[in-house]
């Protein structure tokens, strides 16, 4: 449950950042997507891409699709917790409303490459979970960019060849999870976060709990 505020006697925690990386085409986005439909304690960051839209994609569920001198305008105001050039294209976190939501105790997910990550991570450390998603070979990297069916043969050409320097960032992160298999793989994702949401750290009410505890 997200919490208004923390007023009640209830134990509270802290929300938490989960970040989700891999090479393009490994699978993030449908484990996110998993992610969101079963979990109600986390919500999308939706970025901000200068990329044009996806057939199928929705403008402020998958992106917010900005042109270039937009995004230029969002980056001199300080609107993004982070952002970076990706493929060719601009991408941001916007900082509106994720700052909000950890206070009140709900996690916030994030699809974002391994620069976005390490800008995140420098603000945001203690509040940072960073999960890296291989697939399990380079070929089926190719078949998932391929079978997806969004992308001219160009632009998966361009993600193949960048997906080996993508992934040379492996250890930049806390978790790693190969992608064989979908639900295996979010299962993983789903404990990763159940431990995290644990954390001694996260659970703000703890102290007042654990004191009453110990005066009987
Ligand atoms: N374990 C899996 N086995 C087979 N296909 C998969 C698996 N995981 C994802 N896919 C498929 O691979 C394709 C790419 O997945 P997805 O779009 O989730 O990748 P992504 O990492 O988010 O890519 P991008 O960074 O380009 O957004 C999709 O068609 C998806 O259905
Ligand atoms: N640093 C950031 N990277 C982002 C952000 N949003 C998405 N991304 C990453 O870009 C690539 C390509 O995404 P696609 O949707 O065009 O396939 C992928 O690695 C995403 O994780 C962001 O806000 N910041």
């Known amino acids: 449950m997200v919490h208004e505020s923390q007023d009640d006697d209830t134990l509270h925690r802290r929300g938490l950042m989960l970040i989700l990386s891999s090479p393009s085409g490994a699978g993030k986005t449908t484990i996110a997507r998993k992610l969101l439909a079963e979990d109600d304690e986390i919500a999308a960051s939706v ?7 996806r057939p199928g994609e929705v403008e402020g569920k998958d992106y917010y699709f900005v042109d270039k001198a937009e995004f230029d305008r969002m980056v001199e105001a300080n609107e993004f917790y982070e952002w970076a050039v990706v493929f060719g294209n601009c991408y941001g976190t916007p900082k509106a409303h994720i700052r909000d939501r950890l206070k009140a105790g709900g996690d916030v997910l994030f699809d974002i490459d391994w620069q976005g990550t390490q800008q995140l991570y420098q ?13 399990p070979s380079l070929d089926e990297l190719r078949r998932r960019l391929t079978g ?7 632009v998966i050409a361009a993600r193949m060849d960048r997906a080996q320097a993508e992934i040379s960032h492996w250890d930049g992160y806390d978790y790693v999870v190969i992608n064989d298999e979908v639900e295996g793989c979010f299962e993983k994702v789903r404990e ?6 644990m954390k001694r750290t996260r659970q703000t009410g703890l102290i007042d709990f654990v004191r009453g505890l110990m005066r009987g």
């Open 148 to 154: 997806r069916g969004t992308d001219s043969a160009e």
């Open 47 to 53: 970025s901000v891409t200068t990329r044009p839209m």
């Open 123 to 135: 603000k945001a450390q203690a509040d940072v979970v960073r999960v890296f998603i291989l697939p």
């Open 192 to 197: 990763i976060l159940a431990a995290e949401r």
